[in-house]
């Protein structure tokens, strides 16, 4: 009994780990999701961005106005660079975060099959007693019947 309580109380710490899992996992797939919505507003404006300068430079520009584009558009770049990095991060803490709750839930089957191996032990044992008291039973009857027999005339 003491091993079955013991394997409760790591099935329901198993558990709570695997909650910790879940709520780890959404919180990496908001973040994952975050990212890659950021990612792709930035690369939606730099287009944007790009194709209204070129349609402008198209009808004419000064020399300054060029530099100031070009040096937007690296700050751009940079900022697109560094979000797809953050995107990427994101997304292997989201893996991460699989791998880790699928870890869990696989502990925790095993618990879980370990306490119903236990259980059936039990049963077992408890089915093995059973028998053995009828059977006890059955031979004691069998005895006093045999007593009775040998006392009593025929």
């Known amino acids: 009994m003491q091993r079955l309580q013991s394997l409760q109380v790591l099935l329901q710490r198993e558990q ?15 973040g994952a999701r975050r990212a890659r919505e950021q990612r792709d507003q930035l690369l939606g404006y730099r287009g944007e961005y790009q194709a209204r300068w070129t349609a402008q430079f198209h009808q ?5 106005i060029l530099m100031h584009y070009r ?16 995107a990427e991060l ?13 870890d869990c839930e696989r502990r925790a089957a095993s618990v ?10 039990l049963a077992q044992v408890g089915r093995q007693r059973e028998q053995k008291a009828t059977d006890e039973q059955a031979q004691r009857m069998r005895w006093q019947h045999s007593q ?6 025929q």
Do not use: H
């Open 112 to 121: 879980r099959k370990l306490i119903e191996r236990r259980l059936a032990e």
């Open 71 to 86: 040096s937007f558009m690296q700050r751009l770049d940079q900022a697109v660079a560094l979000q797809m990095r953050q």
């Open 148 to 153: 009775r027999d040998r006392l009593m005339p």
């Open 16 to 30: 709570q780990q695997c909650d910790a899992a879940q709520t780890a996992l959404r919180r990496a797939d908001d």
């Open 60 to 64: 004419g520009g000064t020399m300054d």
């Open 90 to 102: 994101c997304d292997l803490q989201l893996a991460e975060a699989r791998r880790e709750l699928l």
